[in-house]
């Protein structure tokens, strides 16, 4: 239907440009990766060989868009100075190694403000990011932030925060928006009911503009709604059930915006892949 964009979380295994190969045999249209080790700090360079790789190999598969994942361990909202700096550095590598893949999307989470309060985490992140993107005014990348179940101390899982925190932010051009249909369900938006459903993208459009949404990752709710629990679960057999991705699929206000699982990896019981099957399922909600 229209110009969307179906895909998932792909590994990169053995290299970043293999990614493509495993991408088209789950029947992804686009991808989303990390461009490294997502549970250490350190990476090796990219080499100017698996930059070209990369390049090639996204070129003869087809599928656009590439969107990148940042490292779990960055937290932008560290109150902890060591951290934080250590964070900045961290992400500032995860800009650059995008940047030279010609990523256009580089996702992150905005982070934990391990109770120094919801405002100052947010004005750290935005601090750190206003430094990152004046650091890389020639990147053509954009940084999406990712929306939150609101675990822990976690920021962004309501919309007026992530509005707030791109108030701060000096080059709002470059940022954008990732919404996770499991985290905004386990956050309290209910979009498991129809009216539920509209009521956020209608809120999201007021409070940030749907010209901002530049991403979806399509999770299915292992635990209950408002439960601020991030467990994602297959498509169709968690919390939120079918509707819910057969109402985003199908908006016509969403059609340009690239849908990205981040469902368990496994096989089902013939041994079929789930992303597969997953994807599947999605394109089986489609209307003709």
Known sequence: MGNLRLGAHISIAK????????????????????????????????????????????????????????????????????????????????????????IPYLVFHPGSHMHAGEDNGLQRIAQALNELLGRSRDFKLELLIETTAGQGTQLGYKFEQLAQLLSYIEQPQRMGICLDTCHIYAAGYDIGAQTGYQTTIELFERLIGLSKLKAIHLNDAKSPFSSRVDRHQHIGEGHLGLDPFSWLLNDPRLQNVPMILETPKGVDASGEDMDIVNLRTLRGLLDP
Request: with cysteine; hydrophobic share 40%; aromatic share 8%.
């Open 15 to 102: 290299g970043a440009h293999l990614a493509f190969e495993r991408g088209q045999q789950a029947g992804c249209d686009a991808i989303q990766i990390f461009t490294r080790n997502s549970n250490q700090w350190q990476a090796k360079p990219l080499t100017d060989k698996q930059i070209t790789d990369f390049k090639q190999a996204q070129a003869a598969s087809g599928i656009t868009p590439v969107i990148a994942h940042d490292i779990y361990l960055i937290n932008l909202a560290s109150p902890q100075p060591e951290l934080y700096q250590k964070s900045i550095s961290a992400f500032r590598e995860e800009m650059q190694r995008a940047e030279r893949l010609g």
